[in-house]
Structures are given as C-alpha cells and as structure tokens.
Nanobody
Framework: QVQLVESGGGLVQAGGSLKLSCAAS????????VGWFRQAPGKEREFAAV????????YYADSVKGRFTISRDNAKNTVYLQMNSLKPEDTAVYYC?????????????????WGQGTQVTVSS
C-alpha cells in the first residue's frame, strides 16, 4: 500500500510556472509507475503525464507537451511536475496516482492509488 500527497498548487498568472510535488509513503515506491492527471470544473479527468518506475521514460498529453516536465526522486519517494508557460486552460485539480502495472499507462483505470489533489488556477 502507498499513500500519496500532492502539494505545490496555487494561483499563477498566464505564462507563469508552478512545480507540483507528490510525496509517497509506504514501501517500495520505486516499484510504482506514477502519473499526473487533472480535472477541470465540469470536465472529465484527463491524463497529463506519466513516468516509469526508474524515471527513464516519460509520456505527456499533447496539451502539455513541451511545457510540463515530470520527474522523480526515488530516494525521496517524490514525483514532481514542473509546469511552465501555464495557460488558463491548465486550471484544474491535479492528482498524482500510482500504478503497479509494468507499463506507463495513460488510463486512470490502471492506477490503484490516488492523492487528494491540489488546485492549480491560472489567471488570464
């Protein structure tokens, strides 16, 4: 079992940056694929980024590619999401999630553990 806690959200102007953190407790954090998902008001949850267990491979949604960077520090049991050039349409609650699948899935259905979410608001 692993518990995930997100932090780092807030209010930022368009064009600004934020860095989200996802801190994990529990054993064997490095054995989990970790993804970031987001849900805007009135919309379904969507995939944003995912990182493999070793951190060697990452994938991004087209909407954030080139602006967001996912990384992890297994020694600190933490995954990060650096968000640059933020746009108003990035406004959402951001969730990190852990999966014990072998592949870096983009589907929320493959994730077993979820954090409580952190709000990101981008003003125009």
């Amino acid at each position: 079992q692993v518990q995930l806690v997100e932090s780092g959200g807030g209010l930022v102007q368009a064009g600004g940056s934020l860095k989200l953190s996802c801190a994990a407790s529990g054993r064997t954090f490095s054995s989990y694929v970790v993804g970031w998902f987001r849900q805007a008001p009135g919309k379904e949850r969507e995939f944003a980024a995912v990182i493999t267990r070793s951190g060697g491979t990452t994938y991004y949604a087209d909407s954030v590619k080139g602006r967001f960077t996912i990384s992890r520090d297994n020694a600190k049991n933490t995954v990060y999401l650096q968000m640059n050039s933020l746009k108003p349409e990035d406004t959402a609650v951001y969730y990190c999630a852990g999966s014990n699948t072998l592949w870096p899935s983009r589907s929320g259905r493959d994730y077993n553990y979820w954090g409580q979410g952190t709000q990101v608001t981008v003003s125009s």
